[in-house]
């Protein structure tokens, strides 16, 4: 299910920002929590963000809570992830995800992007 497209990744000095942004392709997400993920090379994917349906709730990994924050525009049915202080560390593809239920855990997504490369040099 590939009915999501995200954009704003790009390079990035470490210390910086970037703003990721997830619109449909062909669908509404208004009713549906959302999640961002990533992936380094050679690595699982991880969770990173996921926003209640409303936008009422957030929960954030450890290793971004602080400095990353998730955000919706429901009327523009468009989620966000504002990503400050970047650490190379941070570096992988980011994938957007929606679900029927705000999860840390990938498989409760029904729906994925692409994803979008964030590439933050140290």
């Known amino acids: 299910q590939r009915q999501l497209v995200e954009s704003g990744g790009g390079w990035v000095q470490a210390g910086g920002s970037l703003r990721l942004s997830c619109a449909p392709s062909?669908?509404?997400?208004?009713?549906?929590?959302m999640g961002w993920f990533r992936q380094a090379p050679g690595k699982e994917r991880e969770f990173v963000a996921t926003?209640?349906?409303?936008?009422?709730?957030?929960y954030y990994a450890d290793s971004v809570k602080g400095r990353f924050t998730i955000s919706r525009d429901n009327a523009e049915n468009t989620v966000y992830l504002q990503m400050n202080s970047l650490k190379p560390e941070d570096t992988a593809v980011y994938y957007c995800?929606?679900?029927?239920?705000?999860?840390?855990?990938?498989?409760?997504?029904?729906?994925w992007g692409q994803g979008t490369q964030v590439t933050v040099s140290s």
């Open positions: 926003i209640s349906r409303s936008g009422s709730s957030t």
């Open positions: 062909g669908r509404t997400f208004s009713s549906y929590a």
């Open positions: 995800a929606a679900g029927q239920t705000s999860s840390r855990n990938a498989y409760n997504y029904g729906y």
